[in-house]
């Protein structure tokens, strides 16, 4: 089993940027997928981006495609979420999640196991 913990998340201007990260414990995440997703207030969650274990394919929403940015240290066992040009419809709780799929990975059902999430307010 993998734990994973979000952290970077705060308010954060119209414009600005932040970073998101996830740190795993438990085992590596060399052999995992790894993505992100949100989720606003009173909304279903939605898939953010996503790395496959390669670390080479990514996949992104339309709504995040070259604002947003996904990588991952498999030294540090840390995946990343760089998010630039961030908008007020950004503000959702951010959650990473691990997969054991090979391929393709963009559902919610493609994945494992979560972290808590971290709160990303986008708001002047």
């Known amino acids: 089993q993998v734990q994973l913990v979000e952290s970077g998340g705060g308010l954060v201007q119209p414009g600005g940027s932040l970073r998101l990260s996830c740190a795993a414990s438990?085992?590596?995440?060399?052999?995992?997928?790894m993505g992100w997703f949100r989720q606003a207030q009173g909304k279903e969650r939605d898939f953010v981006a996503s790395t496959e274990r390669n670390g080479v394919n990514t996949y992104y929403a339309d709504s995040v495609r070259g604002r947003f940015t996904i990588s991952r240290d498999n030294v540090r066992n840390t995946v990343y979420l760089r998010m630039n040009s961030l908008k007020p419809e950004d503000t959702a709780v951010y959650y990473c999640?691990?997969?054991?799929?090979?391929?393709?990975?963009?559902?919610?059902?493609?994945?494992?196991?979560w972290g808590q999430g971290t709160q990303v307010t986008v708001s002047s």
């Open positions: 438990g085992r590596t995440i060399s052999t995992y997928g």
């Open positions: 999640a691990v997969s054991s799929i090979l391929g393709a990975i963009i559902d919610v059902k493609d994945f494992d196991s």
